[in-house]
């Protein structure tokens, strides 16, 4: 049994970026909101939660920050850590949707409860699987010069993985650049990410052009719910086809599978929920041969430490990862120390809980709303 939590505190923070970044169904510049949790035991433990809603995608902070600290808190305060099954179950019952409040939850009681207990998060989860996490980082850019110094740089840091975001600025551009990209980094795998941004008639001319350049995987053509679409296309093409925005609860990935929407699943805890549901999901694909990638909104390297548990704890979870916004598009993290990547890799923490303190100053400097 660990200790009672006495506190949560629910802050805000602005957080600038470097670049304006273009995804199928919007884009993302200057600064954006992301909602941190900090659950306090009376012994002066502090476990660390991050959400990182994205509008047009997930959800708001505005939401995020509401359902946390009205829903959620309730549920937590006078509850030992330990007891995270049953408070995410009773979150799930007192409140639809906002899977990234409730992310940010369940990072922060697995934060503490391994503290508390001296393991790491990925050992709560079933114990690791993977030492390292091969690393992908986007190109998606609307300044495509910009693009390729970004990806000198990273190739240049032993990266190996690029993923295109494509279907923003017309089918010549996208061409132009898995051209100019193939050519230059013969030996990199090259993944393209449409983020919904086609619609169905212009994925059905458009995504056969993109299969003859072998990307590694194509993602998410259509609008989540055009499943037929996403069916259509599978058939059409060689590459395997990856289901994001169409697939974001064990219930959708169930439905995905049996009718046969995709190959693989880009699974997030913003949209499952947590790191168990993301488990969950990946356990539904493993039985359906169909892989996890891992997958992120626009995290710190808080969150970005929960996707790295969980996707070094899952065996399934084998296509990579994104964690790449805390190194290559924040200009500062939130964690005392760097993100840990090195050669292209991410190195799985070992110590306990999430594995990286917060530095609490760049919190407070960064913080536009707060509530206890
Ligand atoms: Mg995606």
């Given at each position: 049994?660990?200790?009672?939590?006495?506190?949560?505190?629910?802050?805000?923070?602005?957080?600038?970026?470097?670049?304006?970044?273009?995804?199928?169904?919007g884009?993302?510049?200057?600064?954006?909101?992301?909602?941190?949790?900090?659950?306090?035991?009376?012994?002066?433990?502090?476990?660390?939660?991050e959400?990182?809603?994205?509008?047009?995608?997930?959800?708001?902070?505005?939401?995020?920050?509401?359902?946390?600290?009205?829903?959620?808190?309730?549920?937590?305060?006078?509850?030992?850590?330990?007891?995270?099954?049953?408070?995410?179950?009773?979150?799930?019952?007192?409140?639809?949707?906002?899977?990234?409040?409730?992310?940010?939850l369940?990072?922060?009681?697995?934060?503490?409860?391994?503290?508390?207990?001296?393991?790491?998060?990925?050992?709560?989860?079933?114990?690791?699987?993977?030492?390292?996490?091969?690393?992908s980082?986007?190109?998606?850019?609307?300044?495509?010069?910009?693009?390729?110094?970004?990806?000198?740089?990273?190739?240049?840091?032993?990266?190996?993985?690029?993923?295109?975001?494509t279907?923003?600025?017309?089918?010549?551009?996208?061409?132009?650049?898995?051209?100019?990209?193939?050519?230059?980094?013969?030996?990199v795998d090259i993944?393209?990410?449409?983020?919904?941004?086609?619609?169905p008639?212009?994925?059905?001319?458009?995504?056969?052009?993109?299969d003859t350049?072998?990307?590694?995987?194509?993602?998410?053509?259509?609008?989540?719910?055009?499943?037929?679409?996403?069916?259509?296309?599978?058939?059409?093409?060689?590459?395997?086809?990856?289901?994001?925005?169409?697939?974001?609860?064990?219930?959708?990935?169930?439905?995905?599978?049996?009718?046969?929407?995709?190959?693989?699943?880009?699974?997030?805890?913003?949209?499952?929920?947590?790191?168990?549901?993301?488990?969950?999901?990946?356990?539904?694909?493993?039985?359906?041969?169909?892989?996890?990638?891992?997958?992120?909104?626009?995290?710190?390297?808080?969150?970005?430490?929960?996707?790295?548990?969980?996707?070094?704890?899952?065996?399934?979870?084998?296509?990579?990862?994104?964690?790449?916004?805390?190194?290559?598009?924040?200009?500062?993290?939130?964690?005392?120390?760097?993100?840990?990547?090195a050669?292209?890799?991410?190195?799985?923490?070992?110590?306990?809980g999430?594995?990286?303190?917060?530095?609490?100053?760049?919190?407070?400097?960064?913080?536009?709303?707060?509530?206890?």
């Amino acid at each position: 049994m660990t200790s009672k939590i006495e506190r949560m505190t629910v802050t805000t923070v602005a957080l600038p970026v470097t670049t304006v970044r273009n995804h199928g169904i919007g884009s993302v510049g200057g600064e954006i909101l992301n909602v941190l949790v900090k659950l306090e035991t009376a012994d002066g433990l502090a476990g660390w939660g991050e959400a990182s809603p994205w509008p047009a995608f997930t959800g708001t902070a505005e939401g995020t920050a509401g359902a946390l600290d009205v829903h959620l808190s309730p549920l937590v305060v006078g509850r030992p850590a330990s007891h995270v099954s049953r408070i995410m179950t009773d979150a799930e019952a007192a409140l639809v949707g906002h899977p990234e409040a409730k992310a940010a939850l369940e990072m922060a009681l697995y934060d503490l409860m391994g503290l508390e207990l001296g393991v790491s998060v990925s050992d709560l989860l079933g114990g690791r699987h993977r030492d390292e996490l091969p690393l992908s980082v986007s190109i998606a850019n609307p300044n495509f010069d910009e693009d390729l110094e970004l990806a000198e740089r990273i190739t240049n840091d032993g990266v190996r993985m690029f993923k295109i975001k494509t279907g923003v600025a017309g089918h010549d551009f996208d061409i132009m650049r898995l051209e100019k990209l193939k050519k230059l980094y013969p030996d990199v795998d090259i993944r393209v990410d449409y983020n919904q941004g086609l619609t169905p008639l212009e994925a059905l001319k458009f995504v056969p052009d993109i299969d003859t350049f072998e990307p590694g995987f194509i993602e998410q053509p259509v609008r989540a719910p055009n499943w037929e679409v996403m069916k259509t296309i599978r058939a059409a093409i060689r590459s395997p086809l990856v289901a994001d925005e169409s697939v974001f609860t064990p219930f959708d990935a169930l439905r995905a599978a049996k009718e046969g929407i995709a190959d693989a699943f880009s699974i997030k805890i913003m949209k499952s929920g947590g790191m168990r549901k993301g488990q969950e999901i990946a356990s539904i694909g493993a039985a359906n041969g169909m892989p996890g990638y891992g997958g992120d909104m626009f995290e710190t390297g808080l969150a970005h430490l929960a996707g790295v548990h969980m996707c070094a704890s899952t065996p399934n979870i084998s296509l990579g990862c994104e964690f790449y916004q805390a190194t290559y598009y924040l200009e500062t993290d939130l964690l005392a120390e760097p993100f840990p990547v090195a050669n292209g890799k991410i190195t799985v923490p070992t110590t306990p809980g999430l594995g990286i303190a917060m530095d609490e100053d760049k919190v407070r400097h960064f913080t536009v709303g707060q509530k206890t």
